[in-house]
């Protein structure tokens, strides 16, 4: 998997894949944003965009905004490719803390960003104004002196 800036090219695919995993993101305003990053997973050297994150860097931590795969690449590493992609760039960037926020139901998801070293911090009951879904927010520690990522432990339960 090659994880690159999006590009102008990457566009239409990237509200495609928006749009086909019931996501809104409005690009340009994210664009504008100077501690904003958008990033893109491709299958090959110019292949289209397979998968897409969104990241804020806000003062010592990284917030994972979106993460999106099109449907036909699921569980092919894209997401995984572009968090471990963010995860190296916050321990370059000497980050003490990845934040997100995800669907209590999507268990894909919540799978792989345990596998990535993050754990439970809360949960947001209702969170989501679509269908009051809860939101799981989950955190992963890295000591900024170090680069280590600190083992944590989930401080809220997930029923």
């Known amino acids: 998997m090659i994880v690159e800036a999006m590009t102008p090219a990457d566009r239409a695919t990237v509200l495609e ?3 086909l995993t019931g996501q809104q993101v ?3 305003a994210e664009l504008a944003k100077t501690w904003a990053s958008l990033q893109v997973a491709r299958a090959a050297p110019g292949a289209p965009a397979s998968a897409v994150l969104l990241t804020w ?3 010592d931590e990284l917030h994972v905004i979106n993460v999106a795969t099109h449907p036909n690449a699921r569980r092919r590493g894209a997401a995984r490719a572009l968090l471990s ?3 190296a760039g916050a321990i370059r960037d000497r980050k003490r803390l990845v934040l997100l ?3 209590r139901s ?5 799978s792989l960003y345990r596998s990535l070293g993050f ?3 809360l949960v947001r009951r209702g969170y989501y104004a679509d269908n009051s ?3 799981i927010e989950m955190k992963l520690c890295i000591d900024p002196n170090t680069g280590q990522i600190a083992l944590g432990h989930d401080e809220a339960e997930v029923d």
Request: aromatic fraction near 0%; glycine fraction near 0%.
């Open 17 to 19: 894949i928006a749009a």
């Open 26 to 28: 409005d690009l340009d």
């Open 57 to 59: 860097s806000v003062a």
């Open 85 to 87: 992609e963010a995860l």
């Open 101 to 103: 926020e995800v669907r």
């Open 106 to 110: 999507n268990l894909a998801a919540i």
């Open 119 to 121: 754990s439970i911090h």
């Open 133 to 135: 879904e809860d939101a």
